[in-house]
């Protein structure tokens, strides 16, 4: 289906392409995100509903996509599939509430002591700031690195809602979303160079832990404790903006 094929079905003319033909043109788009999405999850996630819930959202994105504003239907349609599927594991809540709690006092706890020191908290000084043993924290850090992948891709992407309103943002919604991503972007610049890598590896080159771990030449438990270190610096220090935050309750 071509460009213009796309918009007349999201108008609501009659459809150039059946569901099928639709399904068969950008399904092989739908099981990549959901391979490269399961990849980044618990074992208990299972690709086959994240395939799924893509498809509804492929399907939804071909109904309501509109050439005028200016993506390409793959760009519009991978990040209505993605919502689906973020919105397939929210309904499974799969991270404990205890995580949750744990990951917020982290952020807390990592945004206090790069205050008072002016630089880049390690994770002993987190550790301790938390009051807890170095081995807990590093634990910590891999639950932080499971449960807030989605948290920033969501964000990224769409402003905390995985769902992407078929007229666009409002004006106070894409001002909030076009200043998160400045912050964002400062924020992640201002890394520690090898969480900065990790980050670099895992959403731009799209490689899993193990393969990072094998770049960087350390265990796949050390990269997802590096990748959650990011994660809970990034959260502290983006704590002023009110976009939703995925893994919240």
């Not at 150039?16 to 074992?43: F, K």
């Not at 400045?182 to 992640?188: H, K, N």
Request: hydrophobic fraction near 40%; glycine fraction near 10%; charged fraction near 25%.
């Amino acid at each position: 289906m071509n460009t213009q094929g796309y918009a007349e079905y999201g108008a609501g003319a009659k459809a150039r392409c059946s569901a099928t033909e639709i399904v068969n043109q950008h399904g092989e788009l739908v099981r990549r995100i959901a391979h490269h999405l399961a990849a980044r999850l618990p074992p208990s996630v299972d690709v086959d509903d994240l395939i799924q819930a893509g498809m509804i959202g492929l399907l939804e994105a071909a109904r309501q996509y509109d050439a005028g504003q200016g993506a390409s239907f793959e760009t519009y349609a991978s990040i209505r599939i993605r919502g689906s599927m973020i919105d397939e594991i929210r309904k499974g809540d799969w991270v404990p509430r205890s995580v949750h709690r744990r990951v917020r006092e982290a952020a807390e706890a990592t945004r206090r002591v790069e205050q008072r020191e002016g630089r880049a908290a390690t994770s002993a000084e987190v550790a301790a700031a938390m009051d807890v043993p170095m081995p807990e924290y590093l634990k910590l850090l891999e639950g932080a690195a499971r449960g807030q992948v989605l948290s920033l891709d969501a964000q990224v992407e769409d402003g905390g809602d995985s769902r992407i309103p078929a007229g666009g943002s409002a004006p106070d919604q894409a001002l909030e979303l076009g200043e998160f991503h400045g912050e964002l972007s400062r924020a992640i610049a201002q890394l520690p160079e090898r969480e900065r890598l990790v980050l670099s590896l895992y959403y731009e080159q799209e490689m899993n832990l193990r393969e990072i771990g094998a770049v960087l030449g350390v265990s796949e438990s050390r990269v997802c404790q590096v990748h959650g270190q990011a994660m809970v610096r990034l959260r502290g220090r983006l704590k002023d903006f009110t976009l939703t935050d995925v893994i919240e309750d």
